[in-house]
C-alpha cells in the first residue's frame, strides 16, 4: 500500500502544484481560526450573562436577604465562567500557528514539487507519511472489488484533484482445516483394540468433534484413519495368551453374563483397564480372577446379606474392605444363588453369656 501512494505522489496536481500545497498548509490555519472565533464568541457570551447577573443583584431588595443570597450565588457562577472562557480563548492563541512567512510559502511549493523525494526520504517515518497525506487529503473513497481481488481507491486532493489507484490485494492462502493432534493421538491408541464404530463413540462420549465442528461418525472415524495413515482394527482369530479381553469375551471364558462383569468392575472387585475414560472396559484373564469366579460357595464364604448381619456394617463398607483386601469374596456362577459371597468368620460367642445361660 505505501508502494502505491507513494507512486501517487507524482499525479498531485502539475498544473497548480502551488495551490495543492498551499491550500495543504493554510487547512491548519482555518481550524485554529475558526476556533478561536467560537471561542471568543462564548467569552461574549458569558460577560453579558455576568453583567445581567450583576443588575439583577444590584436591584434586590436588599431586606430580601433569600433572594439577594441566590442571586449573588448566580453572579458569581456567571464570573466563574466568563473567567474559564477567557483562559479557554488564550490557550487557543497561543496554540494558534504562525502564518507562513514567505521563504516558507516558497520552501512548501519547493516541497510540492518534489512530493517524491519526501515521501521515499530515509528520514521521513511512516508517522510522518501519516501526516502529510493528512494535510494533503480532502476525502478518500476505497472500494474492493471481490472478482479482481483488488481495492480501487479515490483520492481527492486539496485544490481540487482527483486520483484513481488500483491496488492488487496479497492473496491468502485459506487456513488449513486439521483435527487437533491430541484427537488423532487417540484415534491411533484406539484403532488398536476397537473398530471405527466403537472409537467413534468413545470421542462423542468425550464431546470431541471433527475439524469442522461435526460429531464423530463411522465414516469420519475411518477417514481420518486413512489420512493419517492409521491401520485399521483386526480382530485376532483366536484370543492371545495375556492379552486383555473385552468385557463380552471375558464374560464367555469366565461363564458369567457380561452385566456381572460390569457391575464388579464398578465395585472395584476386579481389576479392568481403559485405554481412555469412556472407551470399552478390556480385562485381563488371570488364575486369581478364575478362582474368583467360582462354580461353588467354599466354607465360610456367606451372601453379603449375611456378611452384613454378622459384621454389623452396611454394604458399601463390606465392599470396600474387599477392596482393600480385609476381606476375601468370591462370585458363585452356579446354583439357583448366585451372587458374590464373603468370607466371614462365625461370631465367637461371649464367655458371660454361657456363664449365665449354665446358671438358668
Known amino acids: 500500500m505505501s508502494g502505491g501512494v507513494g507512486g501517487l505522489t ?144 479515490t483520492l481527492r486532493w486539496h485544490g481540487g484533484l482527483i486520483s484513481d489507484l488500483s491496488i492488487a490485494l496479497p492473496r491468502t492462502r485459506a487456513a488449513t482445516v486439521r483435527t487437533d493432534e491430541d484427537t488423532v493421538a487417540l484415534i491411533r491408541r484406539l484403532a488398536a483394540y476397537y473398530p471405527d464404530a466403537v472409537i467413534a463413540g468413545v470421542l462423542n462420549r468425550q464431546q470431541r468433534t471433527t475439524a469442522t465442528g461435526l460429531p464423530f461418525t463411522v465414516n469420519r472415524v475411518g477417514s481420518l484413519r486413512t489420512h493419517w495413515g492409521i491401520p485399521c482394527f483386526v480382530p485376532p482369530a483366536q484370543p492371545v495368551c495375556g492379552e486383555p479381553l473385552t468385557i463380552r469375551d471375558a464374560a464367555a471364558v469366565l461363564g458369567v453374563a457380561p452385566s456381572t462383569l460390569h457391575r464388579q468392575l464398578n465395585d472395584g472387585l476386579i481389576a479392568g483397564e481403559q485405554v481412555t475414560p469412556g472407551a470399552p472396559w478390556r480385562i485381563v484373564i488371570t488364575a486369581a480372577l478364575r478362582a474368583h469366579f467360582a462354580g461353588e460357595a467354599p466354607e465360610g464364604f456367606v451372601p453379603i446379606v449375611e456378611a452384613m448381619r454378622r459384621l454389623g456394617v452396611s454394604r458399601q463398607t463390606v465392599l470396600q474392605r474387599v477392596k482393600r483386601g480385609e476381606l476375601e469374596a468370591i462370585h458363585v456362577s452356579q446354583g439357583n444363588r448366585k451372587g458374590l459371597r464373603i468370607k466371614v468368620s462365625e461370631p465367637t460367642p461371649d464367655l458371660f453369656d454361657d456363664r449365665k445361660t449354665a446358671r438358668g
Do not use: F, M
Not at 439577594?68 to 500557528?97: I, M, T
Open 10 to 153: 507524482g499525479a498531485i496536481p502539475s498544473a497548480r502544484p502551488d495551490q495543492a500545497a498551499l491550500d495543504a498548509a493554510e487547512a491548519g490555519d482555518s481550524a485554529a481560526q475558526a476556533a478561536r472565533v467560537q471561542w471568543q464568541h462564548q467569552l461574549e457570551q458569558a460577560r453579558y450573562q455576568a453583567q445581567l447577573a450583576q443588575r439583577r443583584y444590584q436591584n434586590v431588595d436588599p431586606d430580601n436577604r433569600l433572594v439577594a443570597r441566590g442571586l449573588e450565588a448566580a453572579w458569581e457562577s456567571a464570573l466563574h465562567a466568563v473567567q474559564a472562557a477567557e483562559q479557554q480563548l488564550q490557550r487557543a492563541e497561543q496554540q494558534h500557528p504562525e502564518a507562513l512567512c514567505a521563504a516558507e510559502r516558497e520552501a512548501l511549493l519547493d516541497l510540492a514539487e518534489d512530493l517524491e523525494a519526501v515521501w521515499s526520504a530515509p528520514s521521513t517515518s511512516d508517522r510522518d507519511r501519516k501526516e502529510l497525506l493528512r494535510a494533503l487529503l480532502e476525502e478518500v473513497l476505497v472500494t474492493h472489488d471481490k472478482d479482481a481481488h483488488a481495492v480501487h481507491v
